[in-house]
């Protein structure tokens, strides 16, 4: 149970759908989604494609599911992703726990980065965004959201989304996730 739960909290602090996921490793997305449910256990074979997907060795995969994760995770930890091609840095600030349903991130966009997202990594999944320095676009559920240093969006996505740096610096903001 563990483990389907860390399987799918990976694929959410990525963003992405089970479909991308699928196209990623090859493994068919009924198949994703029944393991992310703990209705099968995974096989090496499978394990091994979902960890090269997420850039994990499996060892580390299985030590986060076998023993409780610190409760602090030192900034000099924080795992930070970037993705070169949208403009986007993403910063995973809380420490890892497969049975806690919140998250923070800080995310930072170029200037003119915009990113869509054509679905919610989980359905219902509710967001609260803070921008920290600049100004950021948010279309959510179709409706654009303007926000300037300091405001604060919050919603549940249900459909897709997109993120517009709409100034000349980057934008730097913290997103809450909370899982349904």
């Known amino acids: 149970m563990q483990l389907a739960a860390r399987l ?3 694929r959410a602090e990525r963003g992405w759908s ?21 209705e099968i256990s995974p096989t090496a074979s499978l394990l091994g494609k979902l960890c090269t997907a997420y850039g994990r060795t499996m060892s580390r995969l ?10 602090v995770v030192r900034a ?15 910063r995973s600030v809380s420490p890892p726990h497969a049975g806690l349903r919140g ?3 800080e995310g ?12 919610p990594p989980v359905s ?12 950021v676009e948010i279309t959510v559920n179709g409706q654009a959201h303007e926000l300037a240093t300091g405001d604060c969006l919050r ?4 459909g897709g989304s997109r993120f517009r740096n709409l100034g000349d610096r980057p934008a730097r903001y913290v997103i809450l996730f909370v899982a349904p």
Not at 81 to 87: M, P, T
Not at 109 to 114: N, S, V
Not at 124 to 133: I, N
């Open 8 to 10: 799918s909290e990976l």
């Open 124 to 135: 219902g999944l509710e967001q609260h965004v803070w921008v920290l320095d600049g100004a």
């Open 76 to 90: 000099a930890d924080q795992p930070v992703w970037h993705d070169d091609e949208s403009g986007f840095v993403r």
């Open 155 to 158: 919603f549940r996505l249900w």
């Open 62 to 71: 299985l030590a986060e599911v076998e023993a409780e994760p610190s409760p």
């Open 18 to 38: 089970l479909d991308q996921l699928a196209r990623r490793t090859g493994v068919s997305r009924s198949t994703l989604s029944r393991l992310e449910r703990a």
């Open 103 to 105: 998250e923070v991130i």
């Open 108 to 119: 930072t966009l170029r200037p003119g980065a915009d990113i869509p997202y054509d679905a």
